[in-house]
């Protein structure tokens, strides 16, 4: 596609639930990040991708997250235990280099009831 | 760490008028990006402007300009003309060399007819 691609575009679970979220880059992109953005707040960094291997995670804030991109394009941010903390914007974002304009897609709202 | 402060939550001004929207960082490295990115309802953002550290002078796009302070570790942006268009919030970032993106806590700019 021509921009980069998130969904689902809202999704409402339950405390404790499983949820994915899915990124579908730029094409030709090869690096990709994942930011949260609570409400009235900046977004906060949460992992970066650098082709398939996860160049920076520091910013994951605890085990239940986790993301993965087996091969180099589409990404997953996985929340397993949902707490009704982690409701928020999810951003995702790609670049061709490390020093370019990152181009976002609109975001995944997660509401954890 | 890295900071990005803004510390006017919300500005507005009327149509046609000017604007400056303040941002202020902090970092011990010499060589980075700052940049101003617009973020509407929509929820995606979008790159307004760019500058680069090493350059002494200032970015301009069009209606949009900034004060780059390199000494001051000030990054305003100034925007000319303002249109409805331009009512947004408006988020100042600056980038490591490690391709984490930090972002402040945003500005929501008000533009009345």
């Known amino acids: 596609g021509a921009g980069v691609s998130q969904t689902p575009s809202n999704k409402v679970t339950e405390k404790g639930k499983y949820v994915e979220l899915r990124c579908d880059p730029i094409s030709g992109h090869t690096a990709l990040y994942w930011y949260r953005q609570s409400l009235g707040q900046g977004p906060e960094f949460l992992i970066y991708?650098?082709?398939?291997?996860?160049?920076?995670d520091s910013g994951l804030p605890n085990d239940r997250f986790f993301a993965v991109r087996p091969e180099g394009s589409v990404s997953t941010l996985k929340i397993q235990r949902t707490e009704r903390g982690d409701s928020a914007v999810y951003l995702c974002a790609s670049s061709l280099g490390t020093t370019g304009e990152l181009f976002f897609g609109e975001g995944s709202r997660l509401t954890v009831l | 760490a890295q900071t990005v402060t803004q510390s006017q939550p919300e500005m507005s001004v009327q149509e046609a008028e000017t604007v400056t929207l303040s941002c202020t960082y902090d970092?011990?490295?010499?060589?980075?990006?700052l940049f101003w990115y617009k973020q509407p309802p929509s929820r995606q953002m979008i790159l307004v402007i760019r500058?680069?550290?090493?350059?002494?002078q200032n970015a301009t796009e069009n209606r949009f300009s900034v004060n780059f302070q390199k000494a001051a570790k000030s990054f305003s942006l100034k925007i000319s003309d303002s249109q409805l268009g331009d009512a947004a919030m408006y988020f100042c970032a600056y980038l490591t060399s490690g391709s984490r993106l930090t972002f402040g806590e945003g500005t929501q700019l008000t533009v009345n007819p």
């Open positions: 500058q680069e550290a090493y350059k002494q």
């Open positions: 991708f650098q082709g398939t291997g996860a160049a920076d």
């Open positions: 970092t011990s490295e010499s060589d980075y990006y």
